[in-house]
């Protein structure tokens, strides 16, 4: 699938089907997450996978935000100390950009191989933490359900980017 062609037809997923994910797609998302950009190449992340029926429950148990019953579950999760391979530390506010790198690069792969995904921010961070047994320094912020969808395709949307944009300098939108 081209990039464009991805960008243009990804979309959140609703119902998932039950069928497992394979591990090797799994794999192939992580890959896709490790190559977004990072400030410094600090790299502060860590990713969580989780398949196993009775922990995908207890993980929903903890999610109001997530509809459905996804096949897999990975949990995007900062570091707040310095990563042990690069030895960086960032400010928040760039790890967090690199996550977000780190979650649309998961997406795009995802939808390029078939698979649907829906980014779930409602759940309960605290719980999730003791759950997964996570030591402090690890935060999860952003858990991404994963699953065959049975969404239909939807059109794709008509954004008028002069609404968001400025040229040069700041005047009218
Ligand atoms: C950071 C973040 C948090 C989100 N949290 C939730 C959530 O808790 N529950 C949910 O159903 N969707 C959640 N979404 C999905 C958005 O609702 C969805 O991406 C948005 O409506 C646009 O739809 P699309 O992904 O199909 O383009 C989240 C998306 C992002 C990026």
């Not at 690890?138 to 980017?161: F, T």
Request: glycine share 6%.
């Amino acid at each position: 699938m081209e990039v464009l062609e991805a960008i243009q037809t990804r979309q959140s997923t609703r119902l998932f089907q039950q069928n497992p994910i394979a591990v090797e797609a799994l794999k192939q998302l992580i890959e896709a997450a490790v190559r977004a950009p990072t400030a410094s190449n600090a790299q502060n992340w860590v990713f969580g996978i989780v398949t196993d029926p009775l922990k995908l429950e207890s993980l929903r148990s903890l999610s109001p935000g997530l509809i459905g019953h996804p096949a897999a579950m990975i949990i995007f999760c900062i570091r707040t100390d310095p990563n042990p391979e690069t030895g960086e530390l960032q400010i928040p506010e760039y790890t967090w950009m690199g996550i977000g790198s780190a979650l649309q690069n998961c997406l795009l792969m995802a939808h390029s191989l078939g698979i649907g995904t829906r980014p779930i921010g409602s759940y309960h961070k605290k719980g999730v933490a003791i759950y997964l047994n996570l030591p402090e320094n690890i935060l999860p912020v952003l858990i991404m359900a994963v699953g065959e969808s049975m969404d239909k395709p939807r059109k794709p949307r008509n954004i008028n980017i002069e609404k968001v944009c400025f040229w040069e300098e700041w005047g009218e939108l």
